[in-house]
């Protein structure tokens, strides 16, 4: 392994962060974290090229604005639903986040995880019949597809979610320690000598 994912993930956070134009400096990042935010600079191009320098990643966040939107107009008749469906979003957003965790996004589309998650928070809300909501979305805006087989889907996001667990921190540092075991030793000095031609660039 040439590169500890640790690092990846921090340099991915700081391009993610101009991406969406939320610019936050190298110096800021690290600071907050207590790491050298060198470590970012050096690692940016890599991770950039990468991605082949494509930034654009669809998540299921804007998908689940728009379901909810249509939930809207399907079922918010008065005040009293309006706010039945402001606490669908908060909790199919809440959804979001744990499918975001799993390795469900790498599987599955940005609109099934969507799905998956409002159908989770509308068990929890009771406020609509999902199935019912699937069908009229299904014959509105994919009349060819199936509802069998879109279940299916939704259910194997299900079973990832349920799966999910928090690793507590001595797991991580188990984790930790066998990672660095796996770091080339190569990788070492090529980081060096990213970081000898960082200072003699800046000088």
Same mark, same amino acid.
């Given at each position: 392994?040439?590169?500890?994912?640790?690092?990846?993930?921090?340099?991915?956070?700081?391009?993610?962060?101009k991406?969406?134009?939320?610019?936050?400096s190298?110096?800021?990042?690290?600071?907050?974290?207590?790491?050298?935010?060198?470590?970012? @600079? =050096?690692?940016?191009?890599?991770?950039?090229?990468? !991605?082949?320098?494509? $930034?654009?990643? &669809?998540? +299921?966040?804007?998908? /689940?604005?728009g379901?909810?939107?249509?939930?809207?107009?399907?079922?918010?008749?008065?005040?009293?639903?309006?706010?039945?469906?402001?606490?669908?979003?908060?909790?199919?957003?809440?959804?979001?986040?744990?499918?975001?965790?799993?390795?469900?996004?790498?599987?599955?589309?940005?609109?099934?995880?969507?799905?998956?998650?409002?159908?989770r928070?509308?068990? @929890? =809300?009771?406020?609509?019949d999902?199935?019912?909501? !699937?069908?009229?979305? $299904?014959?509105? &805006?994919? +009349?060819?597809?199936? /509802?069998?087989?879109?279940?299916?889907?939704?259910?194997?996001?299900?079973?990832?979610?349920?799966?999910?667990?928090?690793?507590?921190?001595?797991?991580?540092?188990?984790?930790?320690?066998?990672?660095?075991?796996?770091?080339?030793?190569?990788?070492?000095?090529?980081?060096?000598?990213?970081?000898?031609?960082?200072?003699?660039?800046?000088?």
């Amino acid at each position: 392994m040439e590169h500890h994912p640790k690092n990846i993930m921090l340099t991915c956070i700081y391009a993610a962060c101009k991406a969406e134009e939320n610019h936050v400096s190298a110096e800021e990042l690290g600071k907050g974290i207590e790491q050298d935010h060198q470590m970012i @600079l =050096n690692n940016e191009m890599l991770v950039l090229q990468s !991605l082949g320098f494509d $930034l654009i990643v &669809y998540a +299921p966040y804007r998908a /689940i604005e728009g379901f909810v939107n249509d939930v809207e107009e399907l079922f918010g008749e008065n005040d009293g639903q309006l706010e039945n469906i402001k606490d669908l979003h908060v909790s199919a957003t809440t959804e979001v986040d744990k499918i975001m965790r799993t390795d469900a996004p790498l599987l599955f589309p940005p609109g099934q995880l969507a799905l998956a998650a409002l159908r989770r928070a509308s068990s @929890l =809300n009771k406020f609509i019949d999902f199935e019912r909501y !699937l069908k009229s979305m $299904l014959s509105r &805006y994919h +009349p060819s597809h199936s /509802i069998s087989e879109l279940n299916l889907c939704l259910s194997e996001i299900d079973k990832l979610i349920d799966t999910l667990e928090t690793p507590t921190s001595k797991d991580v540092k188990h984790i930790d320690r066998k990672l660095k075991s796996c770091l080339d030793p190569s990788s070492h000095d090529k980081s060096k000598k990213r970081k000898h031609k960082s200072k003699e660039s800046s000088t």
